[in-house]
């Protein structure tokens, strides 16, 4: 433990790494088992994060957690599902404890990246295009895309009214945005 924890937290001041050093005297056989499984619980440690850092921190804890119910550990042939279960269990924790900013207010912010209302003859000339590449498709992609993105029902609800499946409303919708992707006239015009 005072070589393999003190390298876990680099930033170990020298009584923490002479409390470890005393620590690992009472259990030699935890110490044994930190210096041969740290890479493969820090790698898990790491999995868990999106900092290393906060990886060796989340390993230092959870070993800690397990160094003190060493004793109360049964079969020490499953300590690395325990100490899994530690990190999983701290780092669920550290996630619940997270500072949230939220704040009420009357009027809702307006986003920042709205762009400009544009020319009104260049947003109808797209709608007309829009409906053209529309009324291309099939009549049953047709009334699911109109249903789903313009009168704005769920996939269930669009299903109840059409009287199918949902997966099948989902794979024809799929299907006809893949159609309306490839029109000619919706694509962007690069000047």
């Not at 790494?17 to 005297?25: C, D, I």
């Not at 003859?121 to 409906?131: G, K, P, R, T, V």
Request: aromatic share 6%; proline share 6%.
């Amino acid at each position: 433990m005072t070589a393999t924890l003190a390298s876990v937290c680099t930033g170990a001041s020298e009584p923490a790494v002479r409390a470890a050093s005393a620590a690992s005297s009472a259990y030699p056989s935890f110490a044994s088992y930190v210096r041969a499984r740290q890479p493969v619980l820090l790698r898990t440690a790491r999995s868990l994060t999106a900092n290393p850092c906060d990886a060796e921190d989340l390993l230092q804890t959870a070993l800690t957690k397990t160094y003190v119910a060493w004793d109360r550990i049964e079969d020490h042939r499953a300590l690395d599902g325990y100490v899994r279960r530690a990190l999983l269990n701290t780092r669920t924790s550290q996630w619940r404890k997270r500072k949230v900013d939220e704040f009420v207010c009357d009027e809702l912010p307006e986003p920042a990246n709205v762009l400009p209302a544009g020319d009104p003859a260049e947003q109808q000339a797209l709608h007309d295009a829009m409906w053209r590449a529309i009324m291309k498709l099939p009549a049953r992609q047709r009334a699911m895309v109109v249903l789903r993105y313009y009168e704005d029902l769920s996939e269930a609800q669009t299903a109840e009214v059409l009287g199918v499946s949902i997966g099948t409303v989902k794979s024809a919708v799929s299907r006809a945005l893949g159609k309306l992707r490839e029109d000619p006239e919706l694509r962007p015009v690069r000047g």
